[in-house]
T-cell receptor
Framework: DAKTTQPNSMESNEEEPVHLPCNHS???????IHWYRQLPSQGPEYVIH???SNVNNRMASLAIAEDRKSSTLILHRATLRDAAVYYC??????????FGTGTSLTVIP | NAGVMQNPRHLVRRRGQEARLRCSPM?????VYWYRQLPEEGLKFMVY????????ESGMPKERFSAEFPKEGPSILRIQQVVRGDSAAYFC???????????FGQGTRLTVV
């Protein structure tokens, strides 16, 4: 599976929107873009995934660039419970993921 | 509907002993994945199983590690003759199908002393 590039860390103020970027310049046409997050001492939690079109769910929105070489996870109002490591993952099929090191999000009260 | 259950949550083994990690997938899930997370690192895929079959074991070390998912009962990740480098958090995930959302357990933290 293709690799992704994310900033090591980001900060956000509580109740403000957060935009978490991910670059995936070597993405193939059949790769899905998945986002998971991991809170301290817990297993990863599914956030959202998409292929070409932007996606919304109760947790977040996923904005996918037209050329699919990058994407952005949008948390509309950050809360303290959103502090976690966020992983952007490409997968052709199945849930055999390469997690990388992700972005550590700090939410400032 | 209980989530993915892993036990034990913490396991301490002496070098040379065997470690058996259990994973009960969510009800109705027949696809199981095992991952390992070394301290300060991201998760690394180990093996993907579907009832009684190993589908992808490309991330499994060639020696000492084995996994099974029998027709009845939990999936088991077995590590024989553990070494200090096996100390890590081992996570199990399950899904209803190979392309549906994966749900992760809380993990088993293995410490080899």
């Amino acid at each position: 599976d293709a690799k992704t590039t994310q900033p090591n860390s980001m900060e956000s103020n509580e109740e403000e929107p957060v935009h978490l970027p991910c670059n995936h310049s070597t993405i193939s046409g059949t790769d899905y873009i998945h986002w998971y997050r991991q809170l301290p001492s817990q297993g990863p939690e599914y956030v959202i995934h998409g292929l070409t079109s932007n996606v919304n769910n109760r947790m977040a929105s996923l904005a996918i660039a037209e050329d699919r070489k990058s994407s952005t996870l949008i948390l509309h109002r950050a809360t303290l419970r959103d502090a976690a490591v966020y992983y952007c993952i490409l997968a052709n099929t199945g849930n055999q993921f390469y997690f990388g090191t992700g972005t550590s999000l700090t939410v400032i009260p | 509907n209980a989530g993915v259950m892993q036990n034990p949550r913490h396991l301490v083994r002496r070098r040379g002993q065997e470690a058996r990690l259990r994973c009960s997938p969510m009800k109705g899930h027949s696809h199981v994945y095992w991952y390992r997370q070394l301290p300060e690192e991201g998760l690394k895929f180990m093996v993907y199983l579907q009832k009684e079959n190993i589908i992808d074991e490309s991330g499994m070390p060639k020696e000492r590690f084995s996994a099974e998912f029998p027709k009845e009962g939990p999936s088991i990740l077995r590590i024989q003759q553990v070494v200090r480098g096996d100390s890590a958090a081992y996570f199990c995930a399950s899904s209803t199908d190979r392309d549906t959302e994966a749900f992760f357990g809380q993990g088993t933290r293995l410490t080899v002393v």
